[in-house]
Nanobody, 125 residues
Framework: VQMEESGGGSFQTGGSLRLSCSVA????????MGWFRQAPGKGREAIGC??????????AYAASVKGRVAISRDSAEWTVSLRIDSLRPEDTGIYYC?????????????????WGQGTQVTVSS
């Protein structure tokens, strides 16, 4: 299984980011896809998830991103995307995409056996 995030980099407060995750080596349509992030010195936090049937965000977990986050998936291209608007410095971290068996979303990282390597996002004021 190969999963690779792209689109990370440096962003300004108040701007938007869009990350993509390309997936290969699994039955994409059968997996829920989650996004997580890890800020410096903190644990891995679930941002949100899209289940196997959906085309838009199934669940937004992190309180800090609710109302600012959108997740979508393209089953033809085997990609999943994350958009966060109104960026804040506290959105800084390494962002990961992950795939969960069974097709349904979970907030727990342990439900996701497959992960990308992560992409760095830095938001400055």
């Amino acid at each position: 299984v190969q999963m690779e995030e792209s689109g990370g980099g440096s962003f300004q407060t108040g701007g938007s980011l869009r990350l993509s995750c390309s997936v290969a080596g699994l039955s994409f349509r059968e997996y829920a896809m989650g996004w997580f992030r890890q800020a410096p010195g903190k644990g891995r936090e679930a941002i949100g998830c899209i289940d196997y049937r959906s085309r838009s965000t199934t669940a937004a977990y992190a309180a800090s991103v609710k109302g600012r986050v959108a997740i979508s998936r393209d089953s033809a291209e085997w990609t999943v995307s994350l958009r966060i608007d109104s960026l804040r410095p506290e959105d800084t971290g390494i962002y990961y995409c992950a795939a969960a068996r069974g097709g349904y979303c979970s907030e727990s990282p342990t439900e996701y056996p497959f992960w990308g390597q992560g992409t760095q996002v830095t938001v400055s004021s």
